[in-house]
């Protein structure tokens, strides 16, 4: 019952906010690889390149919902990131 395993699904939950949990406490931005005040998702600059909505996502807690706003502005942030690597800027 107590197992640290992320085989199961459960169990895979947790581990994965442990890991966002890692980086909202930490200092480099997961999206630029820059640093970040802690306490946040994203350094200044990621965070204001993401679209309003996502934005206000990000203030949701952990359990309801930021994970959620978290792995969205990170893909996000990540498309834009190839966008620009393709054309070259
Ligand atoms: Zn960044």
């Keep these: ?42 350094c200044g600059n990621c965070y204001h390149s993401l679209p309003l909505p996502m934005k206000s996502d990000l203030w949701r807690r952990f359990g309801q919902g930021f994970e959620e706003a978290f792995h969205e502005g990170l893909a996000w942030l990540n498309n834009r990131k190839r966008q620009l690597e393709l054309r070259g800027l």
């Design 1 to 42: 019952m107590a197992s640290n395993s992320c085989g199961q699904k459960k169990a895979r939950a947790v581990c994965e906010r442990r890991s966002i949990l890692a980086i909202f406490v930490g200092t480099t931005c997961p999206a630029c690889r820059g640093r970040k005040q802690i306490r946040t998702a994203f």
